[in-house]
């Protein structure tokens, strides 16, 4: 297992300065992780989506693979970003849909311990989307952590790496957002600030 992140890592480096070859290798030790990554976001779409989770798996990598401007820390840190770029992707085919529709019913949505049911996929994924730029605002590593543990399903450990923070502050954090985001989106009115104020020391 370590062998192989420090494969991924290496592979990271070179795909970042441009080394085709190394981004080759990157596509091949990490496209099992991503398919499962993008099979967990269409699980939380409508039945008949356009994109199939190997459509999604191909454009969210051509977009990991151009984002110069990011300095790839590690695996778990390369993971949940794929994850954040796996939602944006969704959330426009969303928007566009929600277009098409125009006048859909608004979401009714329901977070449970690890997943969400959903009346409407559309409206529940815009939903969930600006509820997470909102928390992102007030704090960005309980967003971080949602993408990480919500979407990516990355594990505790896999989180607390990504993040840079113990595996008992992802356990602390993710209670927390879980809160802040059913606050959100399903109570009259829109959580303090203070209601998601993480402790940041670890």
Not at 106 to 118: C, F, G, H, I, M
Not at 183 to 191: A, D, S, W
Request: aromatic share 6%; with cysteine.
């Amino acid at each position: 297992m370590r062998q192989r992140e420090h494969d991924v890592t290496q592979a990271l480096i070179g795909a970042a300065a441009g080394d085709k070859e190394a981004a080759d290798i990157l596509w091949q030790l990490t496209y099992d992780e991503l398919h499962r990554i993008a099979q967990r976001h269409l699980l939380r779409e409508r039945p008949d989506h356009t994109l199939s989770a190997t459509a999604l798996v191909h454009e969210a990598y051509i977009r990991l693979v151009d984002q110069d401007r990011i300095e790839w820390q590690n695996r778990a840190h390369f993971f949940s970003v794929a994850s954040q770029v796996c939602r944006r992707i969704l959330v426009d085919y969303a928007r566009k849909r929600r277009a098409q529709k125009r006048g859909s019913a608004p979401a009714r949505v329901t977070l449970e311990d690890n997943l969400a049911s959903v009346d409407n996929q559309t409206e529940e994924i815009l939903a969930l989307n600006e509820a997470l730029d909102h928390l992102a605002v007030i704090d960005e590593r309980l967003a971080k952590l949602v993408e990480c543990r919500y979407f990516g399903g990355l594990s505790e450990q896999e989180t607390a790496e990504a993040l840079g923070v113990s595996e008992r502050t992802v356990r602390r954090d993710w209670v927390k957002a879980k809160g802040w985001l059913y606050q959100f989106l399903n109570v009259e009115g829109k959580p303090e600030a203070d209601a998601a104020d993480a402790d940041s020391s670890d």
